[in-house]
C-alpha cells in the first residue's frame, strides 16, 4: 500500500521561506513521478511541480518559476519543495502526489495521494 506523507507547512510572511517534504513507502518508485498540488480556498486544485523519480526531470508551473525549487533524495524516498520568495498567493493546501503520468502537469495522472499541509502566507 502507498503511503504519503507530507510535512513542513506553516504559516510565513511574505517574501519568507518554507520546505515542503513527501516521504513516500509502499512500492518501487523507479518509473514513477512525484507531484506536488495546491488548493486555494474557493480554487480548484493546480498543478505546482513535479519531478520524474529516474532521470529527474522536473516542470514547474508558470507562477511558481524561479522561487520554488522540486528535488527528491532517493536514499529516503522523499521529495522535496523549497518554496522562496512566497507570497499571499501561495496560500493553499499543499498535496504530494505519486503516478505515471503521460507528462508531468496532469493530475489525473496520479494514482496516490497524501493528505496535504496547510501553507499560509500572510503579515
Known amino acids: 500500500q502507498v503511503q504519503l506523507v507530507e510535512s513542513g507547512g506553516g504559516l510565513v510572511q511574505p517574501g519568507g521561506s518554507l520546505r515542503l517534504s513527501c516521504a513516500a513507502s509502499g512500492r518501487a518508485f523507479s518509473s514513477y513521478a512525484m507531484g506536488w498540488f495546491r488548493q486555494a480556498p474557493g480554487k480548484e486544485r493546480e498543478f505546482v511541480a513535479a519531478?520524474?523519480?529516474?532521470?529527474?526531470?522536473?516542470t514547474y508551473a508558470d507562477s511558481v518559476k524561479g522561487r520554488f525549487t522540486i528535488s527528491r533524495d532517493n536514499a529516503k524516498i522523499t521529495v522535496y519543495l523549497q518554496m522562496n520568495s512566497l507570497k499571499p498567493e501561495d496560500t493553499a493546501v499543499y498535496y504530494c502526489?505519486?503516478?505515471?503520468?503521460?507528462?508531468?502537469?496532469?493530475?489525473?495522472?496520479?494514482?496516490?495521494w497524501g493528505q496535504g499541509t496547510q501553507v499560509t502566507v500572510s503579515s
Open positions: 519531478v520524474r523519480w529516474s532521470g529527474g526531470s522536473t
Open positions: 502526489a505519486v503516478g505515471r503520468p503521460p507528462w508531468l502537469g496532469l493530475e489525473r495522472g496520479y494514482d496516490y
